[in-house]
């Protein structure tokens, strides 16, 4: 009796700390979220409207505005991105109602070819374009008099970079359908282009919405492109890097990546306001549309995704024939001489290393942060409630914010004298931070989804069984995730192998990233060991891929055997 006694004021105690710490966590997560996140881009505001004295001052935007070649710049960068808009969706567009509407065989391959461009740093189209239309390329004559170095070439390495973007949001909005409309229009003796008038069009247009959106801001604030192949072909993004690397005059870079955050946030308010207003396209009556073999409708856009696969690939392998032939044009005889020459002399090799690390500490950081604080805020119902909404739209912003504009704001608050943080600048840990925060939107919705798709009666029943939560989160809540879990971490592994922006800003010469050794290489002419360092970068990501596709397969198969049985 007397030990059963001694037992309960030990167990009570136990369990009122295990009911704060989920308040603690929470509220640690939104104050790093504020220190990485809000307070540079408030230093950034802060620093876009102040003189030199540190006084409220408007006088940075006059002579933003008194510059010869900023109008010019801030016309180039919108309409460069309204036309790789209109090119770029419709084509993801069409190859995913291939995938989608279609009975195209090998669809499987044919998607992901489609989203090849995603293993390597945007750099690499900009690098093959060059080689396929440029002074020595080899399809130089099919631009004429054009030339690829300027607002051609940034237009068609754009849509390579941004089409897979597109692809992805299309595949999802063109995945479900009500089959009973399609029924309804047969039964009317609908033409194939009226159905699709009428029915595909107007089911799809969120998504279509979305995906011009996000290509949009994509194009806007794309840095990697225009420096390669632009020329003297003025946009925002280069004139940012002009400003801050060129002439350390980073409250006229202030100025100028507030400019191009602006038009990034506006795409992202009314993409929000779009999907507030859409509606489920498939009902608990729905009949799931199965398309049905035609060969007038799938023997063309067979042939067109053969041709869209064809021009996605070759990008690739232009690139990858590019690291291999010893001078090009000249003498065209292969050679591994740009991976050991080439990379030791520019003395580049360790920058594959530098990002080697940086990925790998980016999956081990980002992934049990971006979850926990999604868990914390869907399972749980610690803290202050005020703060999970907080949370919320703070995990929002980054999807908003280009990598130069967050690169900015870093430099102006961590690179800041009295900032007791200041000591991270130009180190790993920092540009780990910044892929972190950078990708961090997509990765929490990751998150969210899969978290709202478990019942809250598993949570119901812990508690009725006195389980912390803790052991539901390890034993029940983790292995069902595991699946976006895994998914989380692969996707900020690619990102930071390939990101640029984001961190040519933040880099010194002991952790330069591979990406940016990219820019360092065709900047000093060197474009062989450019597109060697690509070429290695795209291999590793696909190896990764890999990787990550045979793990998620044994892990699932061996923890949730589960989902096999159902099946």
Known sequence: MSRSTLAIPVRANSSSWSDRLPGWLLVAAALLLCIF??????????????????????????????????GT???????????????????????????????VPLRGLWRIVGLSALLGPSLVGAISFIQWFGTQGVLKSWLGDNSVYGPIGIIMATVYASFPHALMILVVALATADGRLFEAADALSASRWRKFLTVTLPAARYGLISAALVVFSYSVSEFGIPKVIGGNFQVLAVEIYVQVVGQQNFGRGAVVALLLLIPVLVAFAVDWRVQRRQQASLTARAVPYVPRPDWHRDLPLLIYCMLMATAMLGVLVMAAYTSLVSYWPYNLKLTTNHY????????????????????????????????????????????????????????????????????????????????????LYHTLAIMVVANVVHYYT???LTALTSLKSIDREFEAVA???????????????????????????????????????ALVFLYSPQTLPASVSILNLDEAGELGPAAAMATLIVLTSTIVSLLYAFASHFLLHRHQAWRQLKR
């Open 37 to 70: 996140l809000l307070l540079p881009i408030g230093m950034l505001l802060a620093g876009s409207v102040q003189d030199d004295q540190g006084q409220f001052s408007l006088t940075r935007f006059g002579e933003f505005a008194a510059t010869p070649g900023m």
């Open 73 to 103: 710049a801030v016309w180039n960068t919108l309409w460069v991105a309204v036309v790789v808009t209109l090119i770029s969706v419709p084509l993801a567009f069409f190859y995913a109602y291939a995938i989608q509407r279609a009975c």
């Open 340 to 423: 050991i020459c080439g990379l030791a002399e520019a003395g580049v090799l360790d920058a594959y290393v530098n990002s080697l690390k940086l990925a790998v500490l980016t999956a081990l950081v980002g992934t049990p942060f971006i979850f926990l604080t999604a868990y914390l805020i869907e399972k749980t119902r610690a803290g202050p409630s005020w703060l999970r909404p907080v949370l919320q739209a703070m995990a929002a912003l980054p999807m908003g914010v280009p990598g130069l504009v967050l690169g900015i704001g870093y430099i102006l608050f961590f690179n800041h004298p009295d900032n007791p943080l200041n000591g």
């Open 442 to 444: 997509s990765c929490h």
């Open 463 to 501: 508690a009725s069984l006195k389980v912390s939560q803790f052991t539901t989160l390890w034993r029940v809540t983790l292995p069902v995730c595991l699946p976006a879990v895994l998914d989380i971490s692969r996707y900020l592994f690619i990102n930071a192998m390939t990101t640029v922006s």
